[in-house]
C-alpha cells in the first residue's frame, strides 16, 4: 500500500481545518489561511479548537474516521499491543501479533495524524504571537491558548515516544533514538524544505522538551472551566496530572512526588486542591452516563453524536460486548482475569454493572466485555486520557521507589483506588500487607492493570517496565490469549494455572518491540531515511 504522502505534506495540508464556525464572512470557513485566522478572538477560539479536532478525529484509509489519534485509536492500539485484552476477531490483529510493517495503515497513521496535529498547535502557537492583546482578547486568554497548543504538542509527542523508540531507561541519550520533536509550523516553502530535514531527537531532548511545553502550560492554563469543558479542554491540573505520567516514564521519581503533591493532600479523603478532583465513589463512576461530568476525569477527548470514531473504531463500537450492541472486538483477556490481585469479588469484574459476557456462540466467543464504553449506538462517549486515580498510583509507585521500606502513605493511595472495588476486606491492603518496599511497588503496578483496562495505558505501562528487572511483567511484549480461541468462556477462573493457547511473546531485544517509521516519511525525508527504526 503506498500512502502517497509523509507527515510534513499531510500537516501542510490540514494546518488551519476548523471544525464548527459561526463566523459570517466570505472566507471558506472551515479553512482559513494562516493571515485571516488569527484576525479576530472568534476565528482564534475556532482555532484552537481544530487542534482538539485534529486529535480527535484524525483521517484514515479511504477517508474513513477511526478516532485517531486521542478519539479512540489510543486506547485500542494501546491495549492490543498488551495482554490485558483480547481480541474475538482479527481486526486489530496486525497490532495484537505484532506483524506490523513500514506501510501498515495502523502504525502509518498514528505517526502522521500525531504530527499533523502537531502542525496544527504549531501553527497555532505562531498565529498566537501576532495576536493583539484588547478587551475582549486578553493577553492571559492568548497566553492560555498557546498553553492548550503546547499541552496537545506534548502529549503527541509522548504517544510517539512511547510506539516509536526505546524507553527512557534505555540510554536516553543515544544519537536519534527518539522522535523529531517538531515546533515549527509547516505552512509550505521553506517551512517544508526545513521539516523535511529534521532527523530524531534523542529520547531525552524529546523528555526535556515535553516537560518544557507542559511547565508552561501549568503556568498559563486556568485551574478549572466551567461545565463539560472541565474535562474536554486542557486545564492547569490536566498539565499537572501528565507530568506525573512523563516523570514516571523518566524514572524520576522526586518529580513524580512533586509534581502529584500538587493535586494529592498527604492524607485521605484524596481531593484535589487544584481542580477538586476526586475519585468516584464507583469504579466505573467515570465512564458510562457520568463520563462527560463527574470528579475524577482530568482530561478525556470529546466524543459525540455527530462527531465519534463510528462503528469500525468509537470504543463502545469495539470493546463492547455484542450482546449489548457493540461489535465485540476487544475483550477482557483471561490472562488479567485470572490474576490473583484481581480477586473474584472486585467490582470491575461485576457482572451487569462492569462487564458483560457474550454468548460463546456470537462474534464475542464467549467473552467478557467491559461496560466503560455502553452506549453502542450514537458512540458518544468521551475517550479518556488521564484520570485522578492514575495520578494517586503514579504518586504511590513513585514514593514507594524512593525508599526501602513500605511506605504508609504510598498504601493510602493505593487502597483509595483498590478499596472501592475489592470490598471483601481479606482482599484489601494495610501496611502489614507488605514485608518490603518491593513487594508494595509490585502491587502498585498490578493494580494497574484491572484499573485501567481498556483504556489504552497497558502499552505504555509494558514500554516503560522493559528495561526495569525488577518490576517488568516482561521483558519485551509479553505472551497474548491467541486470536484463534473460539470460546473463551471457560477460561474465566480466578485461577492463574488455567492454560489456553497464546500468541508468543517477543523478547524486548526484538526489532518488533518498536513501530517502524512510515515508509512515506522515510522517502521524503534524507534524514530519517538513516534513522529507521533497526529490523525493517
Known amino acids: 500500500m503506498n500512502f502517497k504522502k509523509s507527515s510534513i505534506y499531510v500537516a501542510l495540508g490540514v494546518s488551519l481545518t476548523m471544525t464548527a464556525c459561526t463566523v459570517t464572512d466570505l472566507q471558506p470557513q472551515t479553512a482559513l489561511s494562516e ?51 483480547a481480541l474475538a476477531a482479527t481486526f486489530y490483529g496486525i497490532t495484537y501479533q505484532s506483524t506490523y510493517d513500514a506501510n501498515q495503515p495502523n502504525n502509518v497513521y498514528y505517526w502522521q495524524n500525531a504530527y499533523a496535529m502537531i502542525n496544527r498547535a504549531n501553527v497555532v502557537i505562531a498565529g498566537l504571537a501576532t495576536a493583539q492583546p484588547s478587551a475582549s482578547l486578553t493577553q492571559a486568554q492568548i497566553d492560555a491558548y498557546v498553553a492548550e497548543c503546547r499541552y496537545l504538542r506534548a502529549m503527541a509527542h509522548h504517544y510517539l515516544l512511547v510506539n516509536f523508540s526505546r524507553p527512557f531507561g534505555d540510554n536516553p541519550t543515544a544519537a536519534a533514538g527518539g522522535v523529531p520533536y517538531r515546533t515549527t509550523p509547516v505552512t509550505g516553502g521553506a517551512s517544508v524544505n526545513e521539516a523535511i530535514q529534521q532527523g530524531r531527537n534523542t529520547v531525552a531532548e524529546c523528555y526535556d522538551r515535553i516537560i518544557e511545553d507542559l511547565n508552561y502550560a501549568e503556568e498559563k492554563l486556568p485551574d478549572t472551566r466551567a461545565g463539560n469543558l472541565k474535562i474536554t479542554r486542557v486545564t492547569k491540573g490536566a498539565a499537572i496530572a501528565l507530568k506525573t505520567r512523563v516523570r514516571l516514564h523518566q524514572n524520576n521519581w522526586a518529580e513524580v512526588i512533586r509534581e502529584a503533591n500538587k493535586l494529592v493532600p498527604t492524607a485521605a479523603p484524596f ?31 470529546e466524543n459525540n453524536d455527530v462527531d465519534n470514531a463510528g462503528v469500525n473504531g468509537a470504543p463502545a463500537a469495539m470493546y463492547t460486548a455484542s450482546s449489548l ?10 490472562i488479567l482475569w485470572n490474576q490473583p490481585f484481581f480477586p473474584a469479588g472486585d467490582l470491575r469484574k461485576a457482572t451487569g454493572t462492569a462487564v458483560a459476557a457474550d454468548p460463546a456462540s456470537s462474534s464475542g466467543k464467549g467473552g467478557y466485555f467491559t461496560r466503560k464504553y455502553p452506549d453502542a449506538t450514537t458512540r458518544t462517549e468521551n475517550a479518556p486520557i488521564i484520570r485522578y486515580a492514575e495520578v494517586l498510583l503514579n504518586l504511590a509507585e513513585a514514593l514507594s521507589r524512593s525508599g526501602s521500606a513500605v511506605d504508609t502513605r504510598a498504601v493510602a493511595l493505593l487502597s483509595a483506588v483498590r478499596n472501592r472495588s475489592v470490598t471483601t476486606a481479606a482482599n484489601q491492603y494495610t501496611a502489614a500487607s507488605f514485608a518490603s518496599g518491593n513487594e508494595l511497588t509490585r502491587a502498585i503496578i498490578n493494580e494497574r ?88
Not at 271 to 300: C, R, V
Open 271 to 301: 481531593t484535589s486542591p487544584i481542580g477538586a478532583y476526586a475519585l468516584t465513589g464507583s469504579p466505573l463512576g467515570a465512564f458510562g452516563s457520568a463520563n462527560k461530568s463527574n470528579s475524577e476525569s482530568i482530561f478525556s477527548m
Open 35 to 85: 493571515t485571516t485566522a488569527f484576525q479576530t478572538p472568534e476565528r482564534i477560539a475556532l482555532a484552537v479548537a481544530g487542534v482538539y479536532d485534529g486529535g480527535q478525529s484524525g483521517f484514515y484509509a479511504g477517508g474513513a474516521v477511526r478516532g485517531y489519534n486521542f478519539g479512540a485509536a489510543h486506547l485500542e492500539q494501546g491495549d492490543a499491543r498488551g495482554e490485558d485484552m
Open 449 to 536: 492493570r484491572p484499573e485501567f483496562l481498556a483504556e489504552g495505558l497497558r502499552w505504555l505501562d509494558i514500554h516503560r517496565l522493559s528495561t526495569d528487572a525488577t518490576f517488568r511483567q516482561a521483558a519485551g511484549i509479553p505472551a497474548k490469549a491467541a486470536i484463534s480461541i473460539t470460546n473463551f468462556a471457560p477460561l474465566y477462573t480466578n485461577t492463574a494455572t488455567t492454560t489456553f493457547p497464546t500468541e508468543p511473546a517477543i523478547p524486548y531485544s526484538d526489532y518488533r518491540f518498536l513501530w517502524p517509521i512510515p515508509l512515506e516519511e522515510i522517502n521524503n525525508n534524507p534524514v530519517l531515511a538513516t534513522q529507521q527504526n533497526p529490523g525493517y
Open 325 to 334: 450492541g457493540g461489535r465485540g472486538i476487544i475483550l477482557i483477556s483471561p
